[in-house]
């Protein structure tokens, strides 16, 4: 039975709103597993997989990074973008990474921006090709 509310909302919409078993996010320093009862938390997400559990079946997606705040059973987060994980496509990922690797960053907020975006291409390509 679901005991957890999922909100996951982009600067476009809100892209899932639905009941979930279970949660795990990719916070910046591993995973974090969210079932009903967890206690109140905020955290910062890495790109990664987001894993839904609803009704004993799994859904995966990607997301770019953001915000999560759990309170009261509802897993709230806020991302750049989501998409479903069977939706990611690597081949613009790869081509992402290899652009972004040779880019010149000679200022520090080049260098925050690039290292950001390889993050993203890498955890692209991983859920892309089945972790």
Same mark, same amino acid.
Request: avoid cysteine.
């Given at each position: 039975m679901a005991n957890l509310q999922v909100v996951v909302v982009t600067p476009e919409c809100t892209a899932i709103d639905q009941q979930a078993d279970s949660v795990t996010v990719t916070l910046m320093d591993g995973e974090a597993g969210i079932l009903a009862g967890h206690a109140p938390m905020i955290g910062r997400l890495a790109p990664g997989e987001?894993?839904?559990?609803? *009704? *004993?079946k799994p859904n995966s997606f990607y997301v770019d990074g953001g915000f999560v705040q759990v309170a009261d059973n509802?897993?709230?987060?806020l991302t750049g973008r989501?998409?479903?994980?069977?939706?990611?496509?690597?081949?613009?990922?790869e081509q992402l990474l290899e652009k972004t690797q040779i880019a010149a960053s000679d200022k520090a907020e080049l260098v925050e921006i690039k290292n950001k975006t390889i993050a993203q291409a890498r955890a692209q390509?991983?859920?892309?090709s089945g972790r």
């Open positions: 987001l894993r839904l559990v609803s *009704g *004993g509802v897993v709230s987060i989501v998409v479903p994980v069977n939706q990611i496509d690597r081949t613009a990922a390509i991983r859920l892309a």
